[in-house]
Antibody, heavy 127, light 106 residues
Framework: EVQLLESGGDLVQPGGSLRLSCAAS????????MSWVRQAPGKGLEWVSG????????LYADSVKGRFTISRDNSRNTLYLQMNSLRAEDTAVYYC????????????????????WGQGTLVTVSS | SYELTQPLSMSVALGQTARITCGGN??????VHWYQQKPGQAPVLVIY???NRPSGIPERFSGSNSGNTATLTISRAQAGDEADYYC?????????FGGGTKLTVL
């Protein structure tokens, strides 16, 4: 059974930093791209970042580019999101999600989807 | 940036058919995925690549995509289908979600 367990969410002041983790099990982690998707309170879903199976390719939403860094440790079956220079508008539940394939982006006209999601971890940015 | 437009809310009578639309410029040329999210829960994939159902998703869920509109169709709606539904595409290496549609089953 595929399981994704996020952790690291907390209350942090504006300008602060936080690192989220997502522990994966039930599948061969190193074969699949992974992503982070967030949801502000009472709002819709927003894609944040994605990483290929090797970690060699990463993508970011414009809203977080230059502030957030996605990474993975395939030996630990763990996905990370380092969040710096946090803003109030970063307040959200952060979900990690497993891609259906290895790349994390569209290749040859085939674009990835997210077939498993974690339960999310809440990040609150407030003074 | 690419935008996806969904109705904010809609309702369907128990046992009837709900059609949730997702509008975007020439969306028919893109691959559309649909996610269901119930209150307090993580999203669940219900349709991928316009019209494909993952294992475990009832046949009552179907999808289509043409021109400027993609549609998620839920036949014989059940109380358990009450949820928020999001369409999603990729544009210029960016994941894009629609704003979501809250489906109420009456």
């Amino acid at each position: 059974e595929v399981q994704l367990l996020e952790s690291g969410g907390d209350l942090v002041q504006p300008g602060g930093s936080l690192r989220l983790s997502c522990a994966a099990s039930g599948f061969t982690f190193s074969n699949y791209a992974m992503s982070w998707v967030r949801q502000a309170p009472g709002k819709g879903l927003e894609w944040v970042s994605g990483i290929s199976r090797s970690g060699g390719s990463t993508l970011y939403a414009d809203s977080v580019k230059g502030r957030f860094t996605i990474s993975r440790d395939n030996s630990r079956n763990t996905l990370y999101l380092q969040m710096n220079s946090l803003r109030a508008e970063d307040t959200a539940v952060y979900y990690c999600a497993k891609d259906n394939g290895p790349w994390g982006y569209c290749t040859n006209g085939v674009c990835p989807w997210w077939d498993y999601w974690g339960q999310g971890t809440l990040v609150t940015v407030s003074s | 940036s690419y935008e996806l437009t969904q109705p904010l809310s809609m309702s369907v009578a128990l046992g009837q058919t709900a059609r949730i639309t997702c509008g975007g410029n020439n969306i028919g040329s893109k691959s559309v995925h649909w996610y269901q999210q119930k209150p307090g829960q993580a999203p669940v994939l219900v349709i991928y690549r316009d019209s494909n159902r993952p294992s475990g998703i009832p046949e009552r869920f179907s999808g289509s995509n043409s021109g400027n509109t993609a549609t998620l169709t839920i036949s014989r709606a059940q109380a358990g289908d009450e949820a928020d539904y999001y369409c999603q595409v990729w544009d210029s290496s960016t994941g894009v979600f629609g704003g979501g549609t809250k489906l109420t089953v009456l």
